[in-house]
């Protein structure tokens, strides 16, 4: 006697699409793009050409390891395109003391605002867009009372070569960039802190009260942030060779944004991807530099990126539902 007994088929999990899409979608799209380019794009694996995108993506790539972590925690911040003109307006103010001294304020600044930031988010309790909106709009304010509304032209040999040189033939911001994305993985994988900022953007109740010091890691979470974008500030000084608070980190907390959602990390927190907010970042900037060079307007390579950041967020959502 035949056995008649049906075996279910497999069905078919929708969601799968969508975890795959957005934990290698970016990568995939990156990497689609260098082909592309590649083959129909004129001198695009000069070295020039390469330098020119890597130099001018490093900066975003800075200010989204910040902003990475911070959106691990469930939170975010607006402010650091101001910081980034803060930065830049203070070095101007303090290179006489020397090169290292002037940084350093630079980047003391960025961690005062960052402590700010997180005090406003952890310990008043206000909404982290909210928190961050002021200093968004008055950090830069701020900045061009430093800089009192002028651009100013920077002579520091230093400076100006930390800005432009390179070693083995890498620009030193490239370097930087690359060292801070491995510093940034091994703090968010290998160290308690990370572990517990992770916990905290997860589920920051329970973190609580599991004894997690929720409050000292949300303020050194937007410290950080913001000390990687005054550095980023910096840098950007530095390779422009004059101080212009009122240009420099102009929107860059759209871009820090836009990189970190790209590269798969989810805006409702408890998960960081550094690997993929270098690769967002990277994406972005090979998605404008390719419309440019096939002589479409820069208008174009914005609303393709819009889609990016729609499609980005639908997965997250897709994969947050299932």
């Not at 968010?188 to 905290?200: I, K």
């Not at 836009?258 to 690769?279: D, E, Q, W, Y």
Request: with cysteine.
């Amino acid at each position: 006697m035949t056995d008649t007994t049906a075996v279910p088929a497999a069905s078919f999990d929708r969601a799968r699409p969508a975890r795959w899409a957005q934990d290698y979608g970016v990568y995939a799209a990156v990497a689609a793009l260098v082909l592309f380019n590649i083959a129909f794009t004129d001198n695009f694996l000069q070295t020039a050409t390469l330098r020119t995108q890597l130099v001018q993506v490093a900066p975003v790539v800075i200010a989204a390891l910040g902003m990475a972590m911070v959106i691990g925690s469930e939170g975010v911040d607006l402010s650091v395109g101001s910081v980034m003109a803060l930065a830049a307006a203070v070095l101007p103010l303090y290179i006489g003391y020397g090169l290292w001294p002037a940084v350093l304020v630079a980047l003391l600044v960025g961690a005062l605002v960052g402590v700010v930031n997180g005090t406003l988010v952890a310990v008043v309790g206000l909404q982290p867009i909210v928190a961050t909106l002021a200093l968004l709009v008055g950090g830069r304010g701020l900045a061009l009372v430093f800089a009192d509304g002028q651009l100013k032209g920077i002579t520091n040999p230093t400076l100006l070569e930390l800005g432009t040189g390179e070693l083995l033939s890498v620009p030193y911001t490239v370097l930087i960039a690359g060292v801070l994305a491995l510093v940034i993985g091994f703090v968010v994988r290998g160290t308690v802190y990370g572990r517990q900022l992770v916990a905290v953007g997860g589920n920051r109740a329970a973190s609580a009260l599991a004894g997690l010091p929720v409050k000292r890691v949300l303020i050194g979470t937007y410290a950080l942030c913001a000390v990687l974008a005054a550095l980023a500030g910096v840098l950007a000084t530095a390779r422009l060779g004059a101080s212009d608070p009122s240009a420099i980190g102009n929107l860059m907390e759209l871009s820090a944004i836009t990189a970190v959602v790209v590269g798969g990390t989810p805006l409702t927190g408890g998960r960081i991807r550094v690997l993929g907010t270098v690769a967002g970042a990277l994406l972005m900037q090979l998605v404008r530099a390719t419309l440019i060079n096939h002589d479409l307007p820069d208008s174009s390579a914005q609303m393709i990126q819009a889609a990016i950041i729609l499609a980005a967020v639908y997965l997250a959502r897709e994969r947050r539902t299932r």
